[in-house]
């Protein structure tokens, strides 16, 4: 297949002095981003193609210039037109933390205490300038998995109620986040690299950062929909960050599992959506693990409303298979 290129690549690439370079197309995402890599000699640097109107690269550039600032490792913008969707950004390598730990699985916990570590000292500043995790937005997230995946499944299920059971579930946690830290909204193994060493990791896909709850990126890196994160380093990777936060632990643990069902219900609704909207199958294959996840949060007393509309609406059957089948 040819490469194709963003449009009035040449001259963007020319302003920014990297003429003349050779271009790498890299796997896409979820998202309708696309990346390059640019080469040139021993210099590399990458290229984000976020065209509007689909996508919108102020976003990340607010986001990665709050975290630089910040001292916070993000990738540093050499060169953007937002207009047209390009930004030329620092290269983290290849190193990225899920593929590491396939290739040096005895690497684990000292990755994972470094990732804890990176939030922990990110939840020490005070909150970046982005918008409220509130309300509105997390029962927007829950209701993808009545939008996308009921259907799909052929349910015909009681929306007002599960609206109100998440009401009643997220509303104690809520007085709770304020002021809020940064929420990264997908801190997880495919989007940490490491730099060199374990120790110094980079941030990636934080372009939709909101302020919320300290535990939400906690559940994204160890509640992981696409690599299993054996229970008893979660556990010490929990009480990691309870130790550096000083957190109370049983409010924590309660908004720890709520906050996991509300992502996990969200992540379930986004992969049936990429497969039936976007045509990207490969995202079903996960929910599997992700559902396993929702049911162990589904357990904790906390989130007993949400677990009941579970138990009136969603056929056993389906749940004891992981979610089911996604068959056209």
């Not at 989007?191 to 939709?208: K, R, T």
Request: contains cysteine; hydrophobic residues 45%; glycine residues 6%.
């Amino acid at each position: 297949m040819p490469l194709t290129l963003p449009n009035d690549l040449d001259a963007f690439l020319s302003e920014a002095g990297w003429s003349r370079c050779a271009i790498e197309p890299l796997a896409g995402d979820a998202s309708f981003r696309r990346y390059f890599r640019l080469r040139r000699g021993d210099a590399t640097a990458m290229l984000m193609d976020a065209p509007p109107p689909d996508e919108n690269p102020e976003p990340f550039l607010r986001a990665a210039r709050w975290l630089d600032a910040n001292g916070m490792r993000a990738p540093r913008i050499l060169a953007e037109d937002a207009a047209r969707g390009l930004v030329l950004l620092e290269d983290f390598g290849i190193a990225r933390m899920r593929d590491y730990l396939d290739q040096w699985p005895d690497d684990e916990r000292e990755v994972y205490c470094t990732a804890v570590d990176v939030l922990a000292d990110l939840h020490r500043l005070p909150p970046g300038p982005f918008p409220d995790y509130g309300m509105a937005e997390y029962q927007r997230e829950a209701k993808l998995f009545i939008d996308w995946y009921c259907p799909a499944q052929k349910l015909h299920v009681d929306g007002a109620a599960y609206a109100q059971a998440w009401e009643t579930v997220l509303t104690p946690m809520l007085a709770r986040q304020r002021p809020g830290v940064t929420v990264l909204r997908d801190y997880h193994a495919e989007n940490i690299m490491l730099l060199g060493a374990l120790h110094e990791q980079g941030l990636l896909d934080f372009q939709d950062a909101l302020v919320g709850h300290p535990a939400y990126d906690l559940v994204s890196l160890l509640q992981d929909a696409r690599r299993d994160v054996p229970a008893e380093l979660e556990a010490e990777m929990f009480d990691r960050y309870l130790e550096a936060s000083g957190k109370a632990p049983e409010d924590f643990l309660a908004d720890y599992a709520r906050l996991g069902a509300q992502r996990n219900v969200k992540i379930v609704g986004i992969f049936v959506r990429l497969w039936q909207r976007d045509g990207k199958p490969r995202y079903l294959d996960l929910i599997p693990r992700v559902w396993n996840l929702l049911e162990r949060d589904l357990a904790h007393p906390a989130l007993a409303p949400v677990a009941r509309w579970f138990d009136a609406n969603i056929p056993a059957g389906l749940r004891a298979a992981g979610g089911g089948s996604y068959a056209p």
